[in-house]
């Protein structure tokens, strides 16, 4: 059986990496996780808390059906993300598009499992 597709759009804060050789040396040198959480405190806290609550959504997807879903997150300002806010008229976020058929805006977590559960056949 196929896993059911779930695309997640939503803003995603960004972390923009160096050179391969250059990460190392950030490795090596202790820098890389200082670097990460300056440009995480550049975001506003109202997003950062949003990425952290869909991240424990995902998670609990995750954990709930495992393989039986193939959750996919595109960041809304990327070309697949704009293709996507068009054809399925996105407007608000998190939005999350369920067989490529079915649209679930907001944080609800049981209206959310509800319709993974309707698509996956179960009562």
Excluded at 3 to 13: C, E, G
Excluded at 20 to 41: D, F, K, P
Excluded at 87 to 104: E, L, M, N, Q, S
């Amino acid at each position: 059986m196929q896993a059911l597709r779930v695309d997640v759009l939503s803003l995603v804060p960004v972390l923009y990496r160096q050179c391969a050789a250059c990460e190392t040396v950030y490795g090596h040198a202790g820098m890389r996780e200082a670097t990460q959480n300056q440009i995480l405190q550049e975001y506003p806290p109202d997003m950062l808390d949003d990425h952290a609550r869909l991240s424990a959504l995902i998670r609990a997807l995750w954990e709930t059906y495992g393989d039986r879903l193939d959750v996919r997150l595109v960041d809304p300002q990327s070309l697949a993300g704009i293709w996507k806010s068009l054809v399925y008229r996105v407007r608000k976020y998190p939005t999350f598009i369920v067989a490529g058929r079915d649209k679930y805006v907001g944080w609800d977590q049981d209206a959310l499992h509800h319709l993974i559960r309707r698509h996956l056949g179960e009562s």
